[in-house]
């Protein structure tokens, strides 16, 4: 069964999450991904009050190995502006060696989540989500000894170079809106 037979990226490039934060990929997941009710959608507005606890979240595949682990990014790359990025991309939540259940709890959380706080005047700014396979070392595992990154500076973050320097291989995304009125 190809799961993302009828899954496009193509909202990704009209939301311009595709460059700004990624490169064009396959899409290989489904991202569930929930506030209360409010579901993460390809550009729907959540507001600021709506997301400042961190959410549900559960992936399907069209095929997963057991011994695939996963890392989850959450990011807004209009830090503090999507006219004027200079602070983006701004890293609100890492959560890695997610087992192929999607269960956060067996997980290594290596910040806190951080909900938005988009400066006023702003406009929107776009806060993506990003689901990567880590890759198989050489006992057939894919656990990866992250750092703690609780004391890291959260500005000027970049998902495409963390992922780069983990190996890892981006398989879904999706994104929301938020602005401060």
């Given at each position: 069964?190809?799961?993302?037979?009828?899954?496009?990226?193509?909202?990704?490039?009209?939301?311009?999450?595709i460059p700004d934060v990624v490169d064009?990929?396959?899409?290989?997941?489904?991202?569930?991904?929930?506030?209360?009710?409010?579901k993460v959608e390809f550009g729907n507005?959540?507001?600021?009050?709506?997301?400042?606890?961190?959410?549900?979240?559960?992936?399907?595949?069209?095929?997963?190995?057991?011994?695939?682990?996963?890392?989850?990014?959450?990011?807004?790359?209009?830090?503090?502006?999507?006219?004027?990025?200079?602070?983006?991309?701004?890293?609100?939540?890492?959560?890695?060696?997610?087992?192929?259940?999607?269960?956060?709890?067996?997980?290594?959380?290596?910040?806190?989540?951080?909900?938005?706080?988009?400066?006023?005047?702003?406009?929107?700014?776009?806060?993506?989500?990003?689901?990567?396979?880590?890759?198989?070392?050489?006992?057939?595992?894919?656990?990866?000894?992250?750092?703690?990154?609780?004391?890291?500076?959260?500005?000027?973050?970049?998902?495409?170079?963390?992922?780069?320097?983990?190996?890892?291989?981006?398989?879904?995304?999706?994104?929301?809106?938020?602005?401060?009125?």
């Amino acid at each position: 069964m190809l799961l993302t037979e009828n899954l496009s990226i193509d909202p990704l490039i009209s939301g311009g999450v595709i460059p700004d934060v990624v490169d064009n990929f396959v899409l290989e997941a489904l991202l569930d991904i929930k506030y209360g009710e409010k579901k993460v959608e390809f550009g729907n507005e959540l507001s600021i009050e709506e997301t400042q606890k961190a959410p549900d979240v559960s992936f399907v595949f069209g095929e997963s190995d057991p011994n695939s682990l996963y890392t989850l990014i959450l990011t807004d790359p209009d830090a503090p502006s999507r006219k004027e990025p200079t602070k983006g991309e701004w890293r609100h939540w890492i959560v890695g060696n997610i087992p192929s259940n999607g269960k956060l709890s067996e997980a290594t959380h290596l910040d806190n989540y951080q909900g938005p706080a988009p400066p006023p005047n702003t406009d929107y700014h776009r806060y993506v989500f990003l689901l990567y396979r880590q890759p198989l070392n050489h006992q057939q595992t894919s656990h990866i000894d992250y750092p703690d990154l609780n004391k890291v500076d959260r500005p000027n973050f970049k998902a495409r170079k963390f992922a780069e320097q983990y190996g890892l291989k981006l398989i879904s995304s999706c994104y929301y809106q938020s602005k401060k009125y």
